[in-house]
């Protein structure tokens, strides 16, 4: 038993890994007399493999419960159809207020190279669904 | 622990089988607003969906929709800071693709 824990802890500390699904641009300003800070946001939700949790779960299972496992994971997948990018979240709107973060971040609203980035940091079963802006907030020089 | 047995793959299947979602895209557009102009203007949604059945769908004009939807929100304004998500909602054999667009509406002086 110790084993197992000691393989799927370490599975958790070494095995990671981050994918890129998108990333975007947006306008570049120039300002001679301003100072360039940057910022980072990342917001993020947990994604769920339920294929991976079936195969890990299946190692502590007997025959006839893994034969229920699979047919927990075909009734799963039945419904969650469609186009997937990463894993699956239980959460809709865990980027809604973007905007208001990047405002917090840039009280002056002088920004420039603001960057979109979609992301998955993967880990065996469970995965962060991020979403990441960067940019760099204008400030007068002396300010 | 028979009624565990039971039990217990009927409650995950109910657990993990609902409302799961993939965000597939995110994009924050640029805004010149100052922090006065931002606080004044008004925050605007709009949005637009695509359903599909096993692939099949119908709509293939929905991001145009969420387009003129977001425009007809602010007639006599501008829009900064759009910040774009094409989503997807899973579902049984069918899925519905989402677009949403929020913004802030600015009026000209």
Known sequence: MNRYLLCLFSSFLFVSCAQLHHVQIGEVVSEPNGNYQRFDIKVSDTGVDIGEATQVAKIFMNQRQRDTSDAVAGIVGLFQMGPRTGNPVYSSNYTSNLIELIYAKCPSGNITGLTSIRETRKYPVISGEIVKVTGYCITKKGA | ?109
């Open chain 2, 1 to 109: 622990m028979k009624q565990f047995k039971i039990w217990l793959p009927i409650f995950s299947t109910i657990a993990f089988a609902g409302c799961a979602h993939s965000l597939h895209m995110t994009h924050v557009s640029d805004s010149a607003l100052s922090h006065a102009e931002y606080s004044k203007s008004k925050a605007i949604e709009a949005r637009s969906e695509q359903f599909s059945f096993l692939g099949f769908t119908t709509d293939t004009d929905y991001v145009d929709q969420a387009y003129s939807k977001l425009a007809k929100s602010c007639p006599n304004g501008s829009i900064e800071g759009i910040t774009t998500e094409y989503s997807t909602d899973l579902g049984f054999l069918s899925w519905t693709n989402i677009v949403n667009m929020r913004g802030l509406c600015t009026m000209q002086p």
